[in-house]
T-cell receptor
């Protein structure tokens, strides 16, 4: 079946503008994660959704970052008043329902964000 | 000290070489250990998954976990140019689906 999809694949924006990134997880996956990957760096956890539970927002770097998820489907990551340090690849992942190996996270191709 | 440490490399080896990649960690609560492979401009994909200590083999790949030393390794035998990628270790705690990732090691296998 279809994997995790993300859009747009690339986004160039001017400093100070807001951007919205979209993630479509694998159908049936209840958990959804957002990560940030700066050039030459590892994956930095941002936020985690699991079913209808309150999201774990502990990784969001500032109040300019927010994310929403509609049920167990699409999620959007919004960055307000973008800064140059927000330039990175934003990766979304989803994982299988509880009871199955939940640690196999399936990643999308990422959105490459460039703030000029 | 970071929870997970991984030498970023880069690592360059000739085709056919045995490659050893490793990570150290500080949190003894980690129980699940994974290796992800990330090709350039792609998302990471799960390569190996190990629970607790021990070895796991899958074709040319072997994952080892030594919880007493808080050290995990990935060995690649008979490395191929198609193995050229960044390899990220990741770890999870029991009862949690969150993973902590290493920085990744960039590997190049030269033909």
């Amino acid at each position: 079946g279809a994997g995790v999809s993300q859009s747009p694949s690339n986004k160039v924006t001017e400093k100070g503008k807001d951007v919205e990134l979209r993630c479509d997880p694998i159908s049936g996956h209840t958990a959804l994660y957002w990560y940030r990957q700066r050039l030459g760096q590892g994956l930095e956890f941002l936020i985690y959704f699991q079913g209808n539970s309150a999201p774990d927002k502990s990784g969001l770097p500032s109040d300019r970052f927010s994310a929403e998820r509609t049920g167990e489907s699409v999620s959007t990551l919004t960055i307000q008043r973008t800064q140059q340090e927000d330039s990175a690849v934003y990766l979304c992942a989803s994982s299988s329902p509880p009871g199955l190996p939940a640690y196999e996270q399936y990643f999308g191709p990422g959105t490459r964000l460039t703030v000029t | 000290q970071k929870e997970v440490e991984q030498d970023p490399g880069p690592l360059s080896v000739p085709e056919g070489a045995i490659v050893s990649l490793n990570c150290t960690y500080s949190n003894s609560a980690f129980q699940y250990f994974m290796w992800y492979r990330q090709y350039s401009r792609k998302g990471p994909e799960l390569l190996m998954y190990t629970y607790s200590s021990g070895n796991k083999e899958d074709g040319r790949f072997t994952a080892q976990v030594d919880k007493s030393s808080k050290y995990i390794s990935l060995f690649i035998r008979d490395s191929q140019p198609s193995d050229s990628a960044t390899y990220l270790c990741a770890m999870g705690k029991g009862g949690s689906e969150k993973l902590v990732f290493g920085k990744g090691t960039k590997l190049t296998v030269n033909p």
